[in-house]
């Protein structure tokens, strides 16, 4: 029993916190749009009793709001783009945190809690500064471009703020610790001796890497490009201060639709569709993570 309610708490407090938002989000996507305060036509009036008011709710849903959703360019196009960034800034992630664990994994022992220290050190500063830094770093008249003019690399300055690019360094700044530290415990727990029986039996290092280390490291590779693409999909500040008016991303989108054209039961719907495109990789990392713990034990 005392595990059970040890189990059940957490558990009910996780649920309330995202059911009740999303059973909230959900009922406003099912609204019509009026202009009034909040900016939608409520779909509960139980001033005639309870059950009158549910009859009435379930009377009242449609979904005109989701139609319009296909109707529109705009929105699938802005999913379409936010999948595509989300993917590609996960490969990059991957490409420059895959050295680095495996480099923390390979370090003498004293060193690895100075190596993980840094690696965990930009979560001690504000995300938004932090971001806001990028904007100083990336303008044409950032210190980039300065160092680049400097040493003569570039004769005029890069526009590299305000694109795509720019995004791009800042889903994989932003999101590189949660890359480095799933595989780094991957490649942590790997026993050193498998690569010493792979170059006894005649294997070269870079055969005895991708042969033994990257497949030993498979369960932290696809959590942290879990941990990574998650978020990205539904990025919104990056994309708002790093990127240009042609970088369309379903965060950014459902942030106008909010608060620009203050259209909430479009912008629920958005959101709505959103979390279940995220429902997917949700479910495919929750059943990679329990896979693992069965591994493990």
């Known amino acids: 029993m005392r595990r059970a309610i040890l189990i059940l708490v957490p558990y009910l407090w996780l649920l309330a916190l995202f ?26 009036d139980f001033s005639n009793g309870w059950w009158q008011g549910v009859k ?32 590609i800034s996960t490969l990059l992630t991957l490409m420059v945190g895959y ?48 160092v680049l003019l400097g040493i003569g690399v570039i004769g005029e300055p890069l526009t590299i703020l305000n694109t795509n690019v720019a995004v791009y360094i800042g889903i994989v700044y932003t999101y590189l610790p949660f890359m480095i530290l799933p595989i780094y ?31 030993l490291s498979r369960n932290g590779i696809i959590a942290g490009s879990f941990l990574v693409f998650i978020p990205a999909v539904g990025e919104f500040v990056i994309p708002a201060l790093l990127g240009g008016s042609e970088t369309l991303m379903i965060g950014k989108v459902l942030y ?17 569709i959103l979390l279940l495109i995220l429902v ?6 929750q059943r990679n993570q329990q896979k693992q713990r069965e591994s493990d034990g």
């Open 256 to 272: 106008e639709e909010f608060f620009n054209n203050r259209d909430w039961p479009v912008a629920s719907a958005v959101a709505v």
């Open 185 to 215: 415990a991957a490649l942590d727990k790997m026993d050193g001796s498998l690569l010493e029986a792979a170059e006894d039996l005649g294997c070269s290092r870079l055969s005895a890497f991708w042969l033994v280390t990257v497949p």
């Open 280 to 285: 997917i990789p949700i479910v495919l990392f």
């Open 56 to 87: 009435d709710l379930f009377a009242a849903f449609d979904f005109e709001n989701f139609i319009f959703l296909t109707e529109d360019d705009l929105y699938w196009k802005a999913y379409l783009s936010s999948l595509q960034i989300a993917t």
């Open 99 to 146: 050295p680095i664990a495996y480099g923390m994994a390979r370090a003498p022992e004293q060193w690895r809690p100075t190596l993980m220290m840094l690696v965990i050190l930009p979560f001690w500063t504000s995300f938004l500064i932090r971001v806001y830094a990028w904007k100083g770093i990336l303008s044409t008249e950032g210190y980039l471009n300065q």
């Open 19 to 44: 059911l009740v938002p999303f059973a909230i989000v959900l009922k406003i996507s099912l609204s019509d749009y009026n202009l009034s305060i909040p900016p939608y036509t409520p779909q509960m």
